[in-house]
C-alpha cells in the first residue's frame, strides 16, 4: 500500500510563508505525477498544483500562481509546496495526492489521483 504524509501547515498571518511536505512511501510503487489540492470550509476540493515526476512539469490553479511553487525530491519520494504572499482565501485543508497512471500532460483533477494523504491545515488569518 502507499501512504502519503503531508505536514508543515499551521496558522499565520496574511502575507507570511509556508511551506508543505508530503512524504510518500509504499512497495511497488512507481509515481508518475503528485499535486496538492485544497478544501476550504464549504467548498469543493479544488487543485493547487501539480507536477509531473520524471521531468517536473508543472501546472498550477490560477489562484496561487505566481506565489506558490511545488516542487519534489525524486530521491526521497517527497513533495513540497512552497507558498509564498498567504492570503486569508488560501486557508483550507492541503492534501497530498498521488497517481501511478500514465499521463501525457500534468493531471490537474481528482479523479486522475490514486493515492490520497489525511491533509494539513493551513490557517491564513488578516
Known amino acids: 500500500q502507499v501512504q502519503l504524509v503531508e505536514s508543515g501547515g499551521g496558522l499565520v498571518q496574511a502575507g507570511d510563508s509556508l511551506r508543505l511536505s508530503c512524504a510518500a512511501s509504499?512497495?511497488?510503487?512507481?509515481?508518475?505525477?503528485m499535486a496538492w489540492f485544497r478544501q476550504a470550509p464549504g467548498k469543493e476540493r479544488e487543485s493547487v498544483a501539480a507536477i509531473r515526476w520524471n521531468n517536473g512539469i508543472t501546472y498550477y490553479g490560477d489562484s496561487v500562481k505566481g506565489r506558490f511553487t511545488i516542487s519534489r525530491d525524486s530521491a526521497n519520494n517527497t513533495l513540497f509546496l512552497q507558498m509564498n504572499s498567504l492570503l486569508p482565501e488560501d486557508t483550507a485543508v492541503y492534501y497530498c495526492a498521488a497517481s501511478s497512471r500514465p499521463y501525457s500532460l500534468v493531471p490537474r483533477r481528482e479523479t486522475q489521483y490514486d493515492y490520497w494523504g489525511q491533509g494539513t491545515q493551513v490557517t491564513v488569518s488578516s
Open positions: 509504499g512497495r511497488s510503487f512507481s509515481m508518475s505525477a
